[in-house]
């Protein structure tokens, strides 16, 4: 099957602590993005990546780190430097490298809570 | 600023009539604006993409407009069923640009 898959589910993170999380598609697009959802909110862009080796941070990116070291990966850290890391994060990808405007495929979210 | 204006408040309707959703925006000149519906705990799924120089798209029970000047798209369910329940998300770029989504608006289709 052909899609986005993100793991894991529900993430752990104690205080101080990096985590990261995966995202791995198979559907051959270029461009891959990571955003935050918190209740009731929207879609927040935190970085986004055209193509292999080259990645642009979004509208939160401060706090997170990524790397696009292969095309069908887009792994997202969440750093200690992130003070509020609780939320919805969604991995997407879409077909054309310039991505601005294109349909974006969504991956099943990771849930990441702070203990 | 830019912004993407969706009803904060959720939509009851009854199963059988039309929903429709608004989305506004300010400070875009989008070439593109799409719908996305979200359920609970899952990633958003696409719907539909209208350009900028079309007025309506349909898919089966669904259909979009666009107003440019506006600056509003509306969304529509004809026929409504209780499987239709779920957030509505509107999304739109500056050509060059990432996506931008709105806060969405929660749909309740009751039987």
């Known amino acids: 099957d052909g899609g986005i898959t993100q793991s894991p589910k529900y993430l752990f993170r104690k205080e101080g602590q990096n985590v990261t999380l995966s995202c791995e598609q198979n559907?051959?697009?270029?461009?891959m993005y990571w955003y935050r959802q918190d209740p009731g909110q929207g879609l927040r862009l935190i970085y986004y990546s055209q193509i292999v080796n080259d990645f642009q941070k979004g509208d939160i990116a401060e706090g997170y780190s990524v790397s696009r070291e292969k095309k069908e990966s887009f792994p997202l850290t969440v750093t200690s430097a992130q003070k509020n890391p609780t939320a919805f994060y969604l991995c997407a990808s879409s077909i054309d490298p310039t991505g601005a405007s294109e349909t974006q495929y969504f991956g099943p979210g990771t849930r990441l809570l702070v203990l | 600023s830019q912004k993407i204006e969706q009803n904060s408040e959720a939509l009851n309707i009854q199963e059988g009539k039309t929903a429709t959703l608004t989305c506004n925006y300010t400070n875009y000149s989008p070439a593109y604006l799409q719908w996305y519906r979200q359920d609970p705990g899952r990633g958003p799924v696409f719907l539909l993409l209208?350009?900028?120089?079309?007025k309506e798209k349909r898919k089966e029970r669904l259909k979009v407009t666009f107003d440019t000047t506006l600056k509003q798209s509306l969304f529509h369910i004809t026929a409504s069923q209780p499987a239709d329940s779920a957030t509505y998300l509107c999304?739109?770029?500056?050509?060059?640009?990432?996506?931008?989504f709105g806060k969405g608006t929660s749909l309740l289709v009751t039987p």
């Open positions: 209208i350009r900028e120089n079309e």
């Open positions: 559907l051959n697009h270029d461009a």
């Open positions: 999304a739109l770029a500056n050509s060059g640009y990432a996506l931008n």
